[in-house]
């Protein structure tokens, strides 16, 4: 079956730091990937997508990469904000039950200023 | 165009009451998709619904769970006899072609 994993949390920056949270995945064919945001409180927020190898999403300031042949789609962002504060989720779809997502544990991140 | 809308957004219930959460979808999405939160956990997948038909329930609870998606009105899911493990966080989510967007949640707490 489907699997995500992600780097456990939480994960404590100072502001303008660079954040790296790994992502690698199992699926059969070729899914589609997705990193979500959760701040507190609320429900998730897609922060960026992609639905093929090589291809990067982005979004606010946020990268990540397709890699098929590391099965990995690690997220980034060169100089965090404390309003970045929040829990990253990594997640995929393979299509084969509409757009059923599997979720990793996601990752908590907390940006003291 | 208005996002994807649950309610209520937090619900209290005693142990053998019963829990009914709503979701309207985003206008013209047809799929709907119901996912659990444990407490400081990630989001694991109930059930998948198109309009008066379920797609794919295999993370449902085989027991006092069940899920729908009318033909008018909301999808509806329902917990009958909740217990203090149903406590989480539920989130309704909606789609066309190949992006899911979700809604902010339904918070259940069981006392």
């Known amino acids: 079956g489907n699997s995500v994993t992600q780097m456990e949390g939480p994960v404590t920056l100072s502001e303008e730091a660079f954040l790296t949270i790994n992502c690698t995945y199992t699926?059969?064919?070729?899914?589609?990937l997705f990193w979500y945001v959760q701040y507190p409180g609320e429900g998730l927020q897609l922060l960026l997508k992609a639905t093929k190898a090589d291809d990067k999403g982005s979004n606010k300031g946020f990268e990540a990469t397709y890699r098929k042949e590391t099965t990995s789609f690690h997220l980034e962002k060169g100089s965090v904000q404390v309003s970045d504060s929040a829990v990253y989720f990594c997640?995929?779809?393979?299509?084969?039950?509409?757009?059923?997502?599997?979720f990793g544990g996601g990752t908590r991140v907390l940006v003291k200023p | 165009n208005a996002g994807v809308m649950q309610n209520p957004r937090h619900l209290v219930r005693r142990r053998g009451q019963e829990a009914r959460l709503r979701c309207s979808p985003m206008?013209?999405?047809?799929?709907v998709y119901w996912y659990r939160q444990l407490p400081e956990e990630g989001l694991k997948f109930m059930v998948y619904?198109?309009?008066?038909?379920?797609?794919?329930e295999s993370g449902m609870p085989k027991e006092r769970f069940s899920a729908e998606f009318p033909k008018e009105g909301p999808s509806i899911l329902r917990i009958q006899q909740v217990v203090r493990g149903d406590s989480a966080a539920y989130f309704c989510?909606?789609?066309?072609?190949?992006?899911?967007?979700f809604g902010e949640g339904s918070w259940l707490t069981v006392v």
């Open positions: 997640a995929l779809s393979d299509g084969a039950a509409g757009n059923k997502l599997t």
């Open positions: 206008k013209g999405h047809s799929h």
């Open positions: 989510a909606s789609s066309a072609e190949n992006t899911i967007y």
């Open positions: 619904l198109q309009k008066e038909n379920i797609i794919d």
């Open positions: 699926a059969t064919g070729y899914p589609s």
